[in-house]
């Protein structure tokens, strides 16, 4: 079973940095002593602090003391047929990639590399998948360290979000579309964490898929490196109103589901 991508403490401390909120200025805001904001980060459970600094950083607080207690992760979901998740390992962290085909054809779209694509590749193999397509969903190394092989071994043309240029990739904006045997796939512009973060929406399998990237993860967010409240909004605006049986294929952590987030995510519960 793959971990959370992020605890409370992960959390708050991105809230904080996209906000820029210091320590000194939250213990004013919330009413928190230092001490307390310092054990919260650490994994500390203490509901009342929660409930004091959440508002302060535009969390909602029962999502936020559902995970700091441990009471929430997503259902799993059943990787029926027509895609699979891969996760592997990059340096300290594992990241996920991603393969959907059209049960009838078997062409099939890889999203993403992850750190090594050798189960990826074999998974094809044995399944008689065509991959025709790799999309990926930004050019941050861990998505895309394996890039060269598996874009060599399966002799696929491979698409990037034009804010982040890859080196034999073709650049795509929001709006470009994919037929993929009998499925569709729609690109979204979902920016803030990179520069040009790309969701996918496929269509044409039994329930939708969104492959975001590191735009949303169960329970979380990619942090707001270039853009915090772009971060925000796009998820907002580009996945969270998609239907609530939309599978959502984070680049870390578990899949998850809109209606899980918009029901358990502290950074979005509120504001949905």
Same mark, same amino acid.
């Given at each position: %079973?793959?971990? #959370?991508?992020?605890? !409370?403490?992960?959390?708050?401390?991105?809230?904080?940095?996209?906000?820029?909120?210091?320590?000194?200025?939250?213990? /004013? /805001?919330?009413?928190?002593?230092?001490?307390? @904001?310092?054990?919260?980060?650490?994994?500390?459970?203490?509901?009342?602090?929660?409930?004091?600094?959440?508002? !302060?950083?535009?969390?909602?607080?029962?999502?936020?003391?559902?995970?700091?207690?441990?009471?929430?992760?997503?259902? +799993?979901?059943?990787? +029926?047929?027509?895609?699979?998740?891969?996760? &592997?390992? =990059?340096?300290?962290? &594992?990241?996920?990639? =991603? #393969?959907?085909?059209?049960?009838?054809?078997?062409?099939?779209?890889?999203?993403?590399?992850?750190?090594?694509?050798?189960? %990826?590749?074999?998974?094809?193999?044995?399944?008689?998948?065509?991959?025709?397509? $790799?999309?990926?969903?930004?050019?941050?190394?861990?998505?895309?360290?394996?890039?060269?092989? #598996?874009?060599?071994? &399966?002799?696929?043309?491979?698409?990037?979000?034009? +804010?982040?240029?890859?080196?034999?990739?073709?650049? @795509?904006?929001?709006?470009?579309?994919?037929?993929?045997?009998?499925?569709? @796939?729609?690109?979204?512009? &979902?920016?803030?964490?990179?520069?040009?973060?790309?969701? =996918?929406?496929?269509?044409?399998?039994?329930?939708? $898929?969104?492959?975001?990237?590191?735009?949303?993860?169960?329970?979380? %967010?990619?942090?707001?490196?270039?853009? =915090?409240?772009?971060?925000?909004?796009?998820?907002?605006?580009?996945?969270?109103? #998609?239907?609530?049986?939309? $599978? @959502?294929?984070?680049?870390?952590?578990? %899949?998850?589901?809109?209606?899980?987030?918009?029901?358990?995510?502290?950074?979005?519960?509120?504001? $949905?």
């Amino acid at each position: %079973m793959i971990s #959370l991508e992020d605890n !409370v403490g992960d959390i708050i401390g991105k809230a904080q940095r996209g906000l820029g909120i210091s320590d000194s200025e939250l213990e /004013k /805001k919330a009413g928190v002593n230092l001490q307390t @904001i310092r054990k919260l980060r650490e994994g500390d459970v203490d509901e009342q602090a929660l409930q004091r600094v959440a508002p !302060v950083l535009g969390l909602s607080a029962g999502p936020l003391c559902e995970l700091a207690k441990g009471e929430w992760r997503p259902e +799993r979901i059943d990787e +029926r047929a027509g895609f699979a998740q891969f996760n &592997t390992r =990059y340096h300290d962290m &594992t990241v996920n990639a =991603y #393969l959907v085909w059209d049960p009838a054809s078997r062409v099939a779209a890889a999203f993403d590399t992850g750190a090594d694509c050798s189960e %990826m590749l074999r998974f094809a193999n044995r399944h008689k998948l065509n991959v025709q397509l $790799i999309l990926l969903t930004h050019a941050h190394p861990d998505h895309v360290a394996d890039l060269p092989r #598996l874009r060599e071994e &399966t002799g696929a043309d491979v698409f990037v979000p034009a +804010r982040e240029p890859v080196s034999g990739a073709e650049a @795509i904006d929001e709006g470009k579309h994919f037929h993929l045997g009998n499925l569709e @796939i729609d690109t979204r512009l &979902t920016w803030g964490h990179s520069q040009g973060g790309m969701t =996918y929406l496929v269509t044409g399998l039994a329930r939708p $898929i969104a492959i975001v990237g590191d735009s949303l993860f169960a329970g979380s %967010m990619g942090g707001g490196n270039v853009s =915090y409240r772009d971060a925000l909004r796009t998820n907002l605006e580009k996945i969270l109103t #998609l239907p609530d049986q939309t $599978i @959502i294929c984070p680049g870390h952590g578990p %899949m998850t589901t809109v209606g899980e987030e918009k029901e358990h995510n502290p950074f979005f519960a509120e504001r $949905i």
